[in-house]
Each structure stands twice: as C-alpha cells, then as structure tokens.
C-alpha cells in the first residue's frame, strides 16, 4: 500500500540538487521536527520519499497511531503543492535483521522514485543529526546522506507521556504547549483521537504501567519478570487467544504468562496454555 497521491514533475527551472530525498520515522506523533526535515528536504529534492516505519503494529504506547492516521497527520502539514512532491508509504519493521529492511527500503524506492530523462535518479537519505545519520549511512553506502539541525526541546516520547497520562493531562498538553511540538493540522486530529474508544485503552494502558512502576518503586533490587508462551501448532493454523485485559486488551496473542516462583519453564507453559484455552 502507497500514498494514493500522484507525483507531478515541478517546473525544471527549480535547481533541485537531488532528485529524490527519502526521511524515515515512526512519526508517532509528526512533530514540528520532522516538519522542519521533510521542508528541508523539499528545498533539495523534486521528489521526497516519507517512509513510515512500524507501519502495521497493534497499538500500544509506543505505538498509539496507525499508518492511515500518520499520513493524514503528515499530508496536513504541508499545502497542496508540497503534498503533490510527497510519497508518504508504509514500511514494515524486520526485527534484528537489518539485511531484510534494507532490501524492503531499497524496493520501495526504487518502485516510487520518478526517473528524469532516462538518467539513473540521485538519491538522499535526509535526517536530523542526532547520531542516526551515520548508522543509516552504513546502511545504505550507494546513497549521500543529507544532515538537517535538531529541533531542540521536541520528543515524541514525552509527547506521548503527557497524551496517555490521563484524559486531563491531554487537554492541559494541548491547550497550553502542543503549539510549540506540533503542526495545528496535527493538534485537531489528536483532538479528535481523545474521542476515540482506542484513546480510552492506550490510557488504561499507560495507568497499568504506572501502578506497576509504583508497586516496585521500593524494591531492593531490579525486578526481573519472566514469563512464558506456548506455540501450538496444527494442520498449519497456530494456536492464538484474545487479550481480556491490558495491556494489549482485545488483541490477539499466543497463550502464556507468568512463570511461579521454583516452577519450570516447561511446567510454567503448560500450565498457562491450559488455564487459558479451557
């Protein structure tokens, strides 16, 4: 799946010194950072590539928005014209395995930059320089790589922390600070999200994680939980359950959970599986 917008050529008298820049992110939420890195890259490029990363994961914290939501965020961001020279597409997560996610990032590019007179396109990998420009650089040594200054003071996480406390902290963020992090088209459809049955449960979530937070803040040591996830397998289907409560509440997931004090991992398993799918 690819943004549904046509790539239009601007006029050939712009000068740009790329023909495509392309900008990953998870963009949960777009902020005014990566606003000021997709402008940037608009000045250097005819064309940019947004690649939206974790694009299919269930929402969670980390996590609360999914692709459609980014790329209306993203597209309400910039005018008609800017969004006529964006590909906003969704890129899928290859954990620890960094060969399969180059691959997946080379073919989407390769399938949406827009060639110039037959000539072989020159591509960017454009970011703000806060480190990661040099690991993707290693990553992709037959592109330039294109450093934009750091926004300082905006952080998707403590933009999430203040949405996800609670229903109050959310408004007080978005009356009074969320001018400074985030585009207005962005602030009206959070606005509109508080409003939604998934917002209700991502706050569930976050208060679940407090009270765990709490409840060992006084422990003499790190605590260590260890759990356990039975993988059943017949006639090729695999054994899942639903979530009845958070985190993840309503999502599928394989059967398990907490191991018992002195019982075996093997034990733990069964057990779980059993309490779980009589």
């Not at 110039?116 to 990998?125: A, T, Y």
Request: with cysteine; aromatic share 8%.
């Amino acid at each position: 799946m690819t943004s549904v917008q046509a790539f239009e050529h601007p006029p050939a008298d712009k000068g740009y010194e790329f023909d495509c820049l392309v900008f990953i992110g998870r963009f949960q939420p777009p902020h005014l950072g990566h606003v000021a890195v997709i402008r940037e890259a608009l000045k250097q490029a005819r064309q940019v590539i947004v690649l939206v990363g974790s694009a299919w994961q269930a929402r969670s914290l980390r996590n609360p928005w999914q692709f459609n939501d980014r790329q209306n965020m993203l597209t309400s961001s910039f005018d008609d014209e800017e969004n006529q020279r964006l590909e906003i597409t969704p890129l899928l997560d290859a954990l620890y395995n960094d060969d399969v996610w180059v691959r997946d990032v080379q073919r989407r590019v390769r399938d949406l930059t827009v060639p110039e007179n037959g000539k072989l396109p020159r591509i960017g990998l454009i970011g703000a320089s806060r480190g990661q420009s040099s690991y993707y650089l290693a990553l992709f040594p037959q592109w330039e790589s294109v450093s934009v200054p750091l926004v300082e003071g905006i952080s998707a996480s403590r933009i999430r922390e203040r949405l996800f406390r609670s229903a109050a902290s959310a408004e007080d963020y978005l009356s009074t600070h969320a001018a400074h992090d985030l585009p207005p088209g962005v602030v009206a459809r959070i606005r509109d999200f508080l409003e939604e049955a998934p917002y209700d449960q991502l706050v569930e979530e976050q208060q679940l994680l407090d009270q765990y937070r709490q409840a060992w803040s006084q422990a003499p040591y790190p605590p260590i939980f260890v759990t356990v996830n039975a993988v059943v397998v017949q006639s090729g289907h695999v054994l899942l359950v639903r979530r009845t409560a958070a985190p993840g509440k309503g999502l599928y997931a394989l059967p398990g959970g907490f191991i018992s004090p002195h019982e075996r991992l093997m034990d733990a398993c069964l057990r779980e599986l059993r309490e779980r799918v009589r």
